[in-house]
């Protein structure tokens, strides 16, 4: 069999052309809502953006005049890369904390109280088959919506690992952070500064928790921010750095990234100068040493609904510069930690996700993957915008006619795709980035917020 679109030869059972990302020809996808009939098995597997057991994250920079704020991936940003090391002041405080649970008396005298309230839901789904389950968004099975109480429609910043899924909600114009454990369905309130003005920024890789808050003066100016750091269920509450200027935390195994955003002098009505850092951390959360500047200068557009995108991986970083600085070209750039060279995927590339092998992202109308171990690239997707990349799946937004949008999730060998959202009822760069892990997957569109597990056949 060969694709209809571009002739590439097709192995028996395959639905997407490896080459192009095209519907093979008479194969039949199954494009149902949530909960749909799961699609055919494709043998084999695809290594993936993620690392088991963690999320994969894409962070979306809005980037406007006065202010900056997550919207979605894209905008550009030149940049120098520096040795490791470089010293800046990190600090680690240690917050005690109760946890009180309408399961557990146990309770333990803090300042800074976490509650929890423990919820009945559906009982987990368990499988029993003669033959081990395929990838997860790849193979035989299905997306099944797993409803989590107490999140509110409006909800803008969230993050979901295969083991919690964080949000924030507002009460009178106060930030309140929650956190819900899918194992024991349990709502955590996890501790806020007093006098926070904005909470956000969350990223989860397994049970640790990163995000950023945030104080304003009357000028509505930051005046303080600081990366704080939880691990669920109990903590305790870390802040991991202090800056004003700082933004946008993620957090891959060992590692936590945040940037540091100021105007750039030459043209401060057009561009931000975004520095992305980096420091160690241990399992609760705490800084293992100095903290180190990965990339020290890119330019991102604050023209428009310009957004900015960079992401994090245990072994890798993208970032993209939309316009050039220094020795680096418009494009989007990535970096292995082994040796700190950087290297341009494309300078059409934008809203990269990396993990684990392989990036997904941007060019033009079409979703591609870059493989990180031997760089040859390939279309997932010829059709589909800012992907949220799996372990062997990729989750992104697909344009429709009349300007509506679809939240689709594909396989990364073409062995299963799942439309999870009709309609997204606006463009998606004014929606946040979709949240992905191994085995599940979450979303804010259509007025609502929307998590999904894997459920294999």
Same mark, same amino acid.
């Given at each position: *069999?060969?694709?209809?679109?571009?002739?590439?030869?097709?192995?028996?059972?395959?639905?997407?052309?490896?080459?192009?990302?095209?519907?093979?020809?008479?194969?039949?996808?199954?494009? &149902?809502?949530?909960?749909?009939?799961?699609?055919?098995?494709?043998?084999?597997?695809? &290594?993936?953006?993620?690392?088991?057991?963690?999320?994969?994250?894409?962070?979306?920079?809005?980037?406007?005049?006065?202010?900056?704020?997550?919207?979605?991936?894209?905008?550009?940003?030149?940049?120098?890369?520096?040795?490791?090391?470089? /010293?800046?002041?990190?600090?680690?405080?240690?917050?005690?904390?109760?946890?009180?649970?309408?399961?557990? @008396?146990?309770?333990?005298?803090?300042?800074?109280?976490?509650?929890?309230?423990?919820?009945?839901?559906?009982?987990?789904?368990?499988?029993?088959?003669?033959?081990?389950?395929?990838?997860?968004?790849?193979?035989?099975?299905?997306?099944?919506?797993?409803?989590?109480?107490?999140?509110?429609?409006?909800?803008?910043?969230?993050?979901?690992?295969?083991?919690?899924?964080?949000?924030?909600?507002?009460?009178?114009?106060?930030?309140?952070?929650?956190?819900? =454990?899918?194992?024991?369905?349990?709502?955590?309130?996890?501790?806020?500064?007093?006098?926070? &003005?904005?909470?956000?920024?969350?990223? =989860? #890789?397994?049970? =640790?928790?990163?995000?950023? /808050?945030?104080?304003?003066?009357?000028?509505? /100016?930051?005046?303080?921010?600081?990366?704080?750091?939880?691990?669920?269920?109990?903590?305790?509450?870390?802040?991991?750095?202090? #800056?004003?200027?700082?933004?946008?935390?993620?957090?891959?195994?060992?590692?936590?990234?945040?940037?540091? +955003?100021?105007?750039?002098?030459?043209?401060?009505?057009?561009?931000?100068?975004?520095?992305?850092? /980096?420091?160690?951390? #241990?399992?609760?959360?705490?800084?293992?040493?100095?903290?180190?500047?990965?990339? @020290?200068?890119?330019?991102?557009? +604050?023209?428009?609904?310009?957004?900015? @995108?960079?992401? =994090?991986?245990?072994?890798?970083?993208?970032?993209?510069?939309?316009?050039?600085?220094?020795?680096?070209?418009?494009?989007?750039?990535? *970096?292995?930690?082994?040796?700190?060279?950087?290297?341009?995927?494309?300078?059409?590339?934008?809203?990269?996700?990396?993990?684990? #092998?392989?990036?997904?992202?941007?060019?033009?109308?079409?979703?591609?993957?870059?493989?990180?171990?031997?760089?040859?690239?390939?279309?997932?997707?010829?059709?589909?915008?800012?992907?949220?990349?799996?372990?062997?799946?990729?989750?992104?937004?697909?344009?429709?006619? &009349?300007?509506?949008?679809?939240?689709?999730?594909?396989?990364?060998?073409?062995?299963?795709?799942?439309?999870?959202?009709?309609?997204?009822?606006?463009?998606?760069?004014?929606?946040?980035?979709?949240?992905?892990?191994?085995?599940?997957?979450?979303?804010?569109?259509?007025?609502?917020?929307?998590?999904?597990?894997?459920?294999?056949?």
């Amino acid at each position: *069999m060969y694709c209809s679109e571009c002739g590439t030869p097709l192995a028996p059972g395959v639905r997407f052309c490896p080459a192009c990302g095209a519907t093979a020809a008479g194969a039949v996808i199954q494009r &149902g809502e949530s909960g749909s009939t799961g699609g055919p098995v494709v043998p084999g597997g695809a &290594g993936g953006p993620v690392v088991p057991g963690g999320p994969s994250v894409v962070m979306w920079v809005a980037i406007a005049a006065a202010a900056v704020v997550i919207v979605a991936l894209a905008v550009a940003i030149p940049i120098i890369v520096l040795e490791r090391g470089q /010293e800046v002041q990190v600090t680690s405080t240690e917050t005690s904390v109760v946890l009180s649970s309408t399961t557990s @008396s146990a309770a333990v005298t803090t300042t800074e109280p976490a509650t929890s309230t423990s919820t009945t839901t559906e009982a987990p789904t368990t499988t029993t088959a003669s033959t081990i389950p395929g990838p997860p968004g790849d193979s035989a099975g299905k997306w099944v919506e797993k409803k989590v109480p107490g999140v509110p429609a409006d909800t803008f910043d969230i993050a979901i690992s295969d083991q919690a899924f964080a949000y924030v909600k507002y009460t009178a114009g106060k930030p309140k952070l929650f956190a819900y =454990l899918f194992e024991t369905d349990e709502t955590l309130q996890i501790p806020v500064q007093s006098g926070a &003005g904005a909470v956000g920024g969350l990223d =989860l #890789d397994g049970l =640790l928790l990163v995000w950023r /808050e945030a104080k304003y003066n009357a000028d509505n /100016e930051v005046t303080e921010a600081r990366l704080h750091a939880y691990r669920l269920p109990s903590g305790p509450k870390v802040t991991v750095v202090s #800056d004003p200027k700082l933004g946008y935390p993620q957090v891959a195994g060992s590692l936590v990234a945040w940037t540091l +955003i100021e105007d750039w002098p030459p043209s401060p009505d057009e561009f931000s100068l975004i520095r992305i850092w /980096e420091a160690g951390v #241990d399992s609760q959360g705490n800084p293992t040493g100095a903290a180190g500047e990965l990339v @020290s200068g890119a330019l991102a557009s +604050i023209m428009g609904d310009s957004v900015w @995108s960079y992401s =994090l991986s245990p072994t890798h970083l993208s970032w993209e510069t939309h316009e050039a600085i220094d020795a680096f070209d418009p494009g989007t750039y990535v *970096m292995d930690f082994e040796s700190m060279q950087p290297s341009i995927v494309s300078p059409e590339a934008f809203g990269g996700s990396i993990g684990g #092998d392989v990036l997904a992202y941007q060019e033009g109308s079409q979703v591609k993957l870059l493989d990180l171990t031997d760089g040859e690239t390939r279309v997932l997707d010829t059709q589909g915008l800012f992907p949220s990349a799996g372990p062997t799946y990729a989750a992104y937004y697909r344009p429709k006619s &009349g300007g509506d949008w679809q939240v689709v999730a594909r396989g990364l060998t073409g062995g299963y795709e799942q439309v999870l959202a009709a309609s997204t009822g606006e463009p998606p760069w004014f929606l946040p980035a979709i949240s992905t892990a191994p085995h599940r997957l979450a979303f804010a569109a259509g007025d609502k917020v929307r998590t999904f597990v894997w459920q294999p056949e």
